[in-house]
């Protein structure tokens, strides 16, 4: 019998464990979703898979070939977690946990639609389904997103509603008061004026129903016009329609500045604010979706404040005062005037909800969008220099089509209801019409207050429907304030305290005590201690993922420490205001960030009220001068964003001009000289020997040559200090420094005859003691 397998899970068929899993399943069995596990229990990355069937899960741990088998049901569950970038889904019985496998998030999609496929089949194979063929060769309606098949009667996806986070409530809009309470009394007098220009816009209705029943009904009876009176009348109209101009004008201006106002207000809070969150925040957010909230959410609010929030108001006050005073005119007719409420209020709490996740949705996939260009278009070089235009421009193509769908589902809602709306408004005016006829047949009212009260109506259904359409714009604008909130809710991992201690001078005394540092649960660093001294320069050396960079950046306080402490001149640097503390930390990294701006600016980052003179005695210092020269216009030429236009040599340069200038007394040095050549690092090296003088310096180097002048070295293995020592007491203990010395030096002299070079093997070992080879 052929099997019929998901879409998704084809992937696990490819290779030899793809073999083996075939020869395990039975005739009646089909696979109904795989998951990629790519890293093994150590967390290095392997490859291996975990698949639901029709009849039971099996799993190909990471790193082997060997396939494991549990039955479905039995009690069986599948637990899904993330933390720190790293994936977890974990079987349990009744008793304990069965197995654990681990993946990067770039396969979360699929753990989710493996965890709902298992659930659902358990629950099938409970209850007594039939195991054979559970999804049918017949074409079924799929998820747009992660494809996988939808349940009957419905089109949401359970596996993306999991992924989803809780729906918004319109209430959120109210925490928007928090920015709106400095302008209350602007507000105050803006509700004021909206208030007198509803009641001026309702005087024109009324003064109908003496012209109606006092001068043209009596002139067809053969009555002679009054004019005095006509004129009353007239001047009664047009003095309403100025003062309800006059008052919707100045209403309308305030408010619009306390709207503009009050965006501002929120777009600066929220930038400040996640300036204020540690690395951790920004590690699990992407670049667009940030842009996309502090721009396109806050001018969304933004125009719901100033436009519709304040059509909103009016039309509840119209609505109020027109039926007071349909209420006053004909209590029936009023009542027959509200038949078509019900079904309209109905009709609006139904279709909110669907419009408020639609919106959260489209948000999100708008944010997918972004991610693109945020992407690209930093990173254009790279695109054309690996010939991926095409790549990328599918990649956007995927993401606006994406986009396209969703809105197209969300339209489906949007267009049946507004029209319904206007539907039930006309019939209303119809029922009002034929029961007002009624009336005047009958002589209870009279034709000029029937005439009043189908205009009052007229503005009673138009707001009405206004209001149905506003409810839209408010499950955006309540969409996009969650998004902002979810910002502005966030908790700094580094917090400031309560009561910082101040931090005037710094002498530079570095102390680790029982320091260690978890991603989520694994360790980083593990009982780390080390004693750093005032002026001194500490060489990190160690294999990759050792736990140097994680080092500086508790040093730097980007990250707090999980076990331990950090001390500088004896005080735990969580006592220091994360700002103060900072101020006295040099850092040059690897990749120079250079801001888009002149030369001279990029210099004084750290100290923007440098002068020029301090400018170009930092730029001497690093070197940077002569080339800073060239440029056509010296310190005042623009620099490209990134430093876009100059070499990376010249960045660094820059870079380490910039450190210079705020006089650090803690020096970073994150792998400055690896990433250039061996002319440009020697320049390099001679600004950074004007750098370190006088200041505690760390210095974290892959080329090891480049701490000879280091007063330590400290050598890292998998978050643990190994070794600590000066280069000659290292290299004649033998140890782990040894060996990382003479690899590196076996790969540059192999490299060297490779292109042909004679390398005086003393350049290689210039600190070995007499006798050690």
């Not at 024109?204 to 004019?227: A, R």
């Not at 919106?359 to 930093?378: C, G, H, M, Q, Y």
Request: charged share 20%; hydrophobic share 45%; net charge neutral.
């Amino acid at each position: 019998m052929q099997h019929h397998h998901s879409v998704d899970a084809s992937g696990v068929f490819a290779g030899p464990v793809g073999a083996d899993l075939r020869a395990l399943l039975s005739s009646s069995e089909n696979v109904l979703a795989a998951l990629q596990v790519d890293l093994s229990a150590d967390l290095r990355f392997a490859q291996g898979w975990v698949v639901v069937t029709s009849e039971r899960l099996l799993a190909c741990p990471a790193g082997s070939t060997q396939w494991q088998s549990w039955s479905l049901g039995g009690g069986l569950v599948l637990h899904l977690q993330d933390h720190g970038g790293v994936g977890a889904l974990s079987l349990h019985d009744a008793g304990a946990r069965l197995a654990l496998w681990r993946f990067t998030l770039t396969h979360h999609a699929q753990a989710l639609r493996l965890v709902q496929r298992f659930e659902d089949q358990s629950a099938r194979v409970v209850g007594g389904a039939q195991h054979g063929h559970l999804y049918p060769d017949a074409e079924e309606p799929a998820c747009t997103v992660c494809h996988t098949p939808l349940p009957p009667d419905t089109d949401e996806c359970p596996a993306c509603a999991r992924a989803q986070p809780p729906q918004t409530s319109t209430w959120v809009l109210l925490r928007l008061w928090r920015f709106a309470r400095p302008y209350r009394n602007q507000l105050a007098a803006g509700f004021a004026l909206t208030l007198a220009s509803t009641a001026a816009t309702l005087v024109p209705p009324y003064l109908t129903i003496p012209l109606m029943d006092d001068i043209l009904i009596p002139f067809q009876n053969g009555k002679q016009i009054e004019p005095g009176l006509v004129l009353l009348y007239l001047s009664g109209l047009l003095l309403s329609a100025l003062a309800a101009w006059g008052l919707s004008w100045a209403r309308t201006y305030i408010l619009a500045l306390v709207s503009e106002r009050i965006g501002a207000d929120l777009r600066t809070t929220t930038y400040e604010h996640l300036l204020r969150l540690s690395l951790d925040y920004f590690g699990g957010k992407r670049t667009g979706d940030l842009m996309a909230r502090i721009g396109s959410e806050t001018d969304r609010i933004n125009v719901f404040l100033s436009l519709h929030a304040l059509d909103f108001i009016t039309d509840v006050l119209m609505i109020l005062m027109t039926a007071v005073i349909l209420f006053s005119i004909n209590p029936w007719l009023a009542l027959v005037t509200l038949v078509p409420l019900p079904f309209i209020g109905w009709m609006i709490h139904t279709v909110r909800d669907r419009l408020r996740t639609g919106f959260e949705k489209i948000d999100r996939v708008w944010s997918e969008v972004t991610n693109v260009l945020a992407d690209t278009i930093p990173g254009i070089r790279v695109v054309k220099a690996f010939a991926q235009e095409k790549r990328e421009a599918q990649r956007f193509r995927d993401a606006n089509q994406h986009n396209l769908e969703v809105n197209d589902k969300l339209n489906k809602t949007w267009s049946l209801f507004t029209p319904t709306v206007s539907l039930l408004t006309e019939i209303g005016l119809l029922v009002v019409w034929a029961f007002g006829i009624w009336l005047v047949s009958r002589n209870q009212i009279t034709v000029g207050v029937l005439t009043a009260f189908i205009a009052y109506i007229g503005r009673f259904y138009g707001r009405l429907d206004s209001m149905s359409r506003i409810v839209s714009v408010t499950q955006k604008a309540a969409a996009g304030a969650k998004r902002i909130f979810d910002i502005l809710d966030h908790v700094s991992n580094v917090p400031d305290p309560a009561q910082p201690v101040r931090v005037d001078k710094v002498q530079g005394a570095i102390t680790m005590q029982g320091v260690g540092f978890r991603y989520g649960s694994r360790s980083v660093i593990k009982d780390l201690n080390l004693e750093i001294r005032p002026g001194e320069m500490i060489g990190l050396v160690g294999h990759s993922g050792s736990g140097k960079s994680t080092l500086v950046n508790l040093i730097s306080r980007f990250y707090d420490v999980s076990d331990g402490s950090i001390q500088v001149d004896g005080i735990d640097i969580r006592r220091f205001a994360v700002a103060d503390y900072r101020r006295h930390i040099g850092l040059v990294l690897q990749e120079p960030f250079l801001f888009f701006g002149t030369i001279a600016d990029n210099i004084a980052y750290g100290k923007p009220e440098a002068t020029r003179e301090e400018i170009v005695a930092a730029a001497r210092a690093a070197h940077a001068h002569e080339f800073i020269l060239r440029l056509p216009h010296g310190y005042d030429s623009l620099v490209g964003e990134r430093g876009q236009g100059l070499s990376g040599g010249e960045r660094q340069r820059i870079s380490i001009a910039r450190a210079l200038l705020i006089d650090p007394r803690i020096l970073i040095l994150d792998e400055a000289t690896s990433a250039v050549d061996t002319e440009t690092e020697k320049e390099i090296q001679k600004a950074l020997d004007n750098l370190v003088q006088g200041r505690t310096t760390i210095a974290i180097a892959h080329r090891l040559s480049t701490l000879r002048k280091a007063d330590r070295l400290v050598v890292m293995d998998r978050g643990e200090v190994v070794e600590v020592g000066p280069h000659d007491e290292l290299m004649e203990k033998q140890g782990a420094y040894w060996r990382l010395y003479e690899a590196q030096a076996r790969r540059a002299e192999e490299d060297a005859q490779a292109a042909g070079v004679i390398i005086d093997s003393s350049l290689l070992h210039p600190a070995h003691p007499a006798g050690q080879s």
